[in-house]
């Protein structure tokens, strides 16, 4: 019997069963990402105090049911939303930008269809009323900056009841510390960052955004690490990580 004829075939099995069991976990983690899970990293400051830079979540793309945007590249391109669920007030969200539906942003849903929001020397109003905010004290800022940015943190308490802690620098500085009425279309809805005076949200440049546009509910952090690690020092990449924040739930 040809020996050699023999290990080549046992060679070929092995690495067509290595390609197999490759394409079964894509294949896996493809579904994962697009019905159930996906993972984000926060790359900017917009939403401190709730969201750090540096800190990596998983988004449930199942809670609102699914759009063209759930898929990876916002593929099949069809209308509307299948098994949809409304967001409510308060929920921290990810969705693609309306302007060109492709960049991702992470932002807290403020106003629901039919709302008017407004902001009035630094004060949020919903529907004409004040939203209060109780002040809890000084906040700085040290991580991904070139130096430290202090800001004041207040508890904010919605409508429904639903608390969540933001960032002011000033209340009344800022272009986005008074703002026009803007009334919420059906079918839209009204994001804003938490870090209130350092948010690129509805109040500006993104507008309203469409249901169809949400991805999914920010769930809670799986990873976080600090600004302090050398990429020439493994010993500093343990050190850079936020150990307090790992599995924190996203409120």
């Excluded at 069963?17 to 990402?33: M, N, P, S, W």
Aim: glycine share 6%.
């Amino acid at each position: 019997m040809d020996t050699n004829k023999i290990e080549k075939e046992k060679k070929e099995e092995t690495l067509g069963e290595t390609l197999k069991t490759v394409l079964y976990a894509i294949i896996i983690a493809c579904l994962i990402r697009t019905f159930w899970f996906e993972p984000f990293k926060i790359p900017s400051g917009s939403m401190y105090p709730t969201l750090e830079v540096g800190d990596f979540l998983f988004v449930s793309k199942y809670t609102y049911g699914y759009s063209k945007h759930s898929f990876p590249f916002s593929f099949p391109p069809f209308q509307g939303r299948i098994w949809a669920d409304l967001p409510q007030r308060g929920d921290v969200v990810v969705f693609k930008s309306p302007s060109d539906n492709k960049i991702d942003y992470i932002k807290r849903i403020i106003g629901l269809p039919g709302d008017t929001i407004q902001m009035i020397d630094g004060l949020l109003y919903i529907n004409g009323k004040n939203i209060p905010r109780e002040k809890k004290g000084r906040y700085v800022i040290r991580d991904y900056t070139p130096f430290p940015q202090e800001f004041t943190e207040y508890t904010e308490t919605l409508p429904e009841g639903k608390s969540h802690r933001i960032l002011e620098y000033s209340d009344d500085v800022m272009v986005v510390d008074n703002t026009p009425k803007f009334t919420v279309p059906e079918g839209h809805y009204f994001m804003m960052g938490d870090n209130r005076d350092n948010s690129n949200d509805s109040r500006k440049d993104i507008g309203m955004v469409p249901f169809d546009n949400i991805e999914g509910k920010a769930r809670f952090l799986f990873y976080s690490h600090d600004d302090s690690a050398s990429w020439y020092n493994p010993i500093s990449w343990i050190m850079a990580i936020r150990w307090q924040r790992l599995f924190n739930k996203i409120d």
